[in-house]
């Protein structure tokens, strides 16, 4: 007796349908996305699912469902679901998929939002307890800025794990007891979550699929240098060496921005000078609608130019702003100066073409003055700015020559930026207090024999020296010649005096009192 087989063509073969099909079925039949503890449990019999079983599928499938349902095992208040939570769990869940299927990452993540957004529960807390839903072998690491907060955000992490509804939804996963420290605690199946600081407890000898900062900086130690280049160099130097894999190991940054040169300021500003060697996508989601959200399509779901009008309404957002513009700026706008700028008022400065053959005869006087530095590739910059005054009195920036030089390529630099300018212009060398600085200041001089040269000694703090010139800025005073450095002279001014660099309103400084000096009569002649 001969059997005869059927082929049956791969493509109408069904497969078992998973949760996700069967809610979207259900969504499918109803107008509005019915939470899971809505679901009817006959509707999961057919594809072999019980109660429970259909709402851990999807949990497993989706991180927002998972947010949606575990919310009671967190929180004793009612959720405020926004927009945004639904986002931000999708743009993650996408990096996560890629790194349960062990592929090469596409990009890490920087993710700029208010305080009081959920970020640190969706990412902190509810992450890991999600991916192990689906991986359970992953190493999370989890940075923060203060202990007390990491081990806080781990304890709640846990408390998820080991909730009752955890267990039933997900019973595979269970902790282990030899690995049970609130900051450091795993799985039976590998996988563990480390809690870390910045500038304390170290991920020194751990390696995670996944690398989660939040909130690195305290908002209180932002204006300390020291702070902000102990926090850069935990993200660049420290954390990049804790990967399982550099090709698969995604990176999450969430935080408010705070200062020009914050982590997230300094990560993005690496990747713009990388030349696409540095992948990172950045979500900027300000709690009122201006040019910084990102992507800007995000703009659509704002209501009444909120980000949350439920949370973060127009009372609680006044509130925010008179605890200071430039907090608010920063933690609730995105854009660590507010409005108009700190000192400067930079949108007072209008830039203008003007042909070169129309600068002698246009201008009364010409300045070039120099701040110093001498560290190749590195620290402050060498800047020289070149002014002009018009017959009306107004003050033209002309010319901005920038560099990290070392002293030999600096000096060389220098005389020749005076020989392209002409004997016509004054120049302006900065002496630094000390031996040190009278010295090098004098070799400048010697340098630019045949020039006539100025030296500058500069007293008060750089805020003071730079108000005159800001006064003419905001009032109108100051033009701008239309150049390719327009865009970084106007950065500096923007944020100072809490940028990162001053090199260039120092030097601007020292032109303009010069500039600007009225000039002595002796003997009917002017000096």
């Given at each position: 007796?001969?059997?005869?087989?059927?082929?049956?063509?791969?493509?109408?073969?069904?497969?078992?349908?998973?949760?996700?099909?069967?809610?979207?079925?259900?969504?499918?039949?109803?107008?509005?996305?019915?939470?899971?503890?809505?679901?009817?449990?006959?509707?999961?019999?057919?594809?072999?699912?019980?109660?429970?079983?259909?709402?851990?599928?999807?949990?497993?499938?989706?991180?927002?469902?998972?947010?949606?349902?575990?919310?009671?095992?967190?929180?004793?208040?009612?959720?405020?679901?926004?927009?945004?939570?639904?986002?931000?769990?999708?743009?993650?869940?996408?990096?996560?998929?890629?790194?349960?299927?062990?592929?090469?990452?596409?990009?890490?993540?920087?993710?700029?939002?208010?305080?009081?957004?959920?970020?640190?529960?969706?990412?902190?807390?509810?992450?890991?307890?999600?991916?192990?839903?689906?991986?359970?072998?992953?190493?999370?690491?989890?940075?923060?800025?203060?202990?007390?907060?990491?081990?806080?955000?781990?304890?709640?992490?846990?408390?998820?794990?080991?909730?009752?509804?955890?267990?039933?939804?997900?019973?595979?996963?269970?902790?282990?007891?030899?690995?049970?420290?609130?900051?450091?605690?795993?799985?039976?199946?590998?996988?563990?979550?480390?809690?870390?600081?910045?500038?304390?407890?170290?991920?020194?000898?751990?390696?995670?699929?996944?690398?989660?900062?939040?909130?690195?900086?305290?908002p209180s130690k932002v204006f300390s240098e020291s702070e902000l280049k102990r926090a850069n160099e935990f993200l660049t130097n420290t954390l990049f060496f804790r990967k399982v894999s550099k090709r698969v190991t995604v990176t999450i940054l969430v935080m408010q921005r705070l200062h020009q040169n914050d982590p997230a300021g300094n990560w993005l500003e690496?990747?713009?000078?990388?030349?696409?060697?540095?992948?990172?996508?950045?979500?900027?989601?300000?709690?009122?609608?201006?040019?910084?959200?990102?992507?800007?399509?995000?703009?659509?779901?704002?209501?009444?130019?909120?980000?949350?009008?439920?949370?973060?309404?127009?009372?609680?957002?006044?509130?925010?702003?008179?605890?200071?513009?430039?907090?608010?700026?920063?933690?609730?706008?995105?854009?660590?100066?507010?409005?108009?700028?700190?000192?400067?008022?930079?949108?007072?400065?209008?830039?203008?073409?003007?042909?070169?053959?129309?600068?002698?005869?246009?201008?009364?006087?010409?300045?070039?003055?120099?701040?110093?530095?001498?560290?190749?590739?590195?620290?402050?910059?060498?800047?020289?700015?070149?002014?002009?005054?018009?017959?009306?009195?107004?003050?033209?920036?002309?010319?901005?020559?920038?560099?990290?030089?070392?002293?030999?390529?600096?000096?060389?630099?220098?005389?020749?930026?005076?020989?392209?300018?002409?004997?016509?212009?004054?120049?302006?060398?900065?002496?630094?207090?000390?031996?040190?600085?009278?010295?090098?200041?004098?070799?400048?001089?010697?340098?630019?024999?045949?020039?006539?040269?100025?030296?500058?000694?500069?007293?008060?703090?750089?805020?003071?020296?730079?108000?005159?010139?800001?006064?003419?800025?905001?009032?109108?005073?100051?033009?701008?010649?239309?150049?390719?450095?327009?865009?970084?002279?106007?950065?500096?001014?923007?944020?100072?005096?809490?940028?990162?660099?001053?090199?260039?309103?120092?030097?601007?400084?020292?032109?303009?009192?010069?500039?600007?000096?009225?000039?002595?009569?002796?003997?009917?002649?002017?000096?």
């Amino acid at each position: 007796m001969v059997t005869i087989v059927k082929k049956v063509k791969r493509s109408k073969l069904k497969r078992r349908p998973t949760g996700t099909d069967i809610y979207q079925e259900l969504r499918q039949k109803k107008s509005s996305k019915p939470p899971l503890k809505q679901i009817d449990p006959a509707i999961g019999v057919r594809a072999g699912f019980t109660y429970e079983g259909l709402q851990a599928a999807i949990c497993r499938e989706s991180f927002y469902e998972f947010v949606k349902e575990f919310w009671d095992t967190l929180h004793e208040e009612p959720p405020v679901w926004n927009w945004h939570i639904d986002y931000i769990c999708k743009r993650v869940q996408k990096m996560a998929e890629r790194v349960f299927r062990s592929e090469t990452k596409k990009f890490d993540l920087i993710i700029n939002i208010p305080p009081g957004t959920t970020k640190s529960t969706l990412l902190s807390i509810m992450l890991t307890a999600w991916v192990w839903t689906r991986m359970p072998e992953a190493k999370i690491i989890n940075a923060t800025h203060t202990e007390v907060l990491g081990l806080d955000f781990a304890r709640k992490c846990r408390g998820i794990i080991e909730s009752d509804k955890y267990r039933r939804y997900f019973p595979k996963i269970k902790l282990r007891e030899d690995q049970s420290k609130m900051g450091y605690f795993g799985n039976a199946d590998g996988g563990w979550r480390l809690s870390v600081t910045i500038g304390g407890k170290s991920p020194l000898g751990f390696h995670g699929h996944f690398l989660i900062v939040d909130d690195p900086i305290n908002p209180s130690k932002v204006f300390s240098e020291s702070e902000l280049k102990r926090a850069n160099e935990f993200l660049t130097n420290t954390l990049f060496f804790r990967k399982v894999s550099k090709r698969v190991t995604v990176t999450i940054l969430v935080m408010q921005r705070l200062h020009q040169n914050d982590p997230a300021g300094n990560w993005l500003e690496r990747a713009k000078q990388s030349e696409g060697l540095i992948k990172v996508k950045l979500i900027c989601l300000p709690a009122e609608e201006t040019d910084k959200v990102h992507p800007r399509r995000l703009k659509k779901y704002y209501r009444q130019g909120m980000l949350d009008a439920d949370r973060l309404d127009r009372k609680v957002l006044s509130e925010a702003k008179s605890q200071g513009m430039y907090s608010y700026s920063g933690q609730f706008l995105q854009d660590p100066v507010p409005p108009g700028g700190l000192l400067f008022d930079i949108d007072k400065i209008v830039a203008k073409d003007l042909p070169e053959f129309q600068q002698l005869r246009f201008f009364k006087k010409f300045v070039r003055s120099w701040d110093k530095a001498g560290t190749v590739n590195d620290g402050a910059y060498t800047v020289g700015v070149k002014m002009g005054l018009d017959p009306q009195g107004n003050v033209w920036i002309m010319d901005v020559v920038r560099g990290q030089w070392g002293v030999s390529q600096r000096e060389m630099t220098i005389k020749t930026t005076a020989q392209l300018d002409g004997k016509e212009v004054k120049i302006v060398i900065e002496q630094e207090g000390g031996s040190g600085g009278k010295e090098s200041a004098e070799a400048t001089v010697r340098n630019l024999l045949g020039f006539t040269v100025t030296l500058d000694k500069p007293t008060g703090d750089k805020e003071k020296r730079a108000d005159p010139f800001a006064t003419a800025v905001n009032n109108g005073l100051v033009y701008m010649v239309r150049a390719n450095w327009n865009d970084s002279y106007l950065d500096e001014l923007r944020y100072f005096p809490r940028g990162t660099y001053k090199d260039q309103v120092d030097a601007s400084t020292m032109a303009f009192a010069i500039l600007t000096k009225p000039s002595m009569k002796i003997g009917g002649f002017p000096r």
